[in-house]
């Protein structure tokens, strides 16, 4: 199921469309989606996962991004519309 992304990239907020069928996160998506390549950050967080807890993986994670010009990057809420309770 395909989710929206709401993200800010050098001062220019942004959407992007996202499944987890095609990436593993949502930074991934937003990287691809600006061309930047984030294989050496990778490779890194990896490593930091294998030795670190999770709020370090994260603070590694906000920091690189951050670098790279992104901030605020979240999934957009999902609206639940009712189509029955229209026209009534």
Same mark, same amino acid.
């Given at each position: 199921m395909a989710r929206t992304i709401e993200y800010t990239y050098k001062g220019k907020k942004k959407? @992007?469309?996202f499944s987890y069928?095609?990436?593993?996160? *949502?930074?991934?998506a937003v990287a691809q989606a600006e061309g930047i390549d984030i294989s050496d950050? @990778? !490779?890194?967080?990896q490593q930091i996962e294998a030795? %670190? $807890?999770? !709020?370090s993986v994260?603070?590694?994670r906000d920091n690189h991004f951050? !670098?790279?010009?992104f $901030?605020? *990057?979240t999934l957009a809420q999902k609206e639940n519309r009712s *189509? %029955? %309770?229209k026209g009534k």
């Open positions: 959407t @992007l469309t069928q095609q990436h593993h996160n *949502i930074h991934e950050y @990778l !490779k890194m967080e030795i %670190s $807890d999770t !709020k994260r603070n590694f951050r !670098k790279l010009g $901030d605020k *990057i *189509i %029955s %309770s």
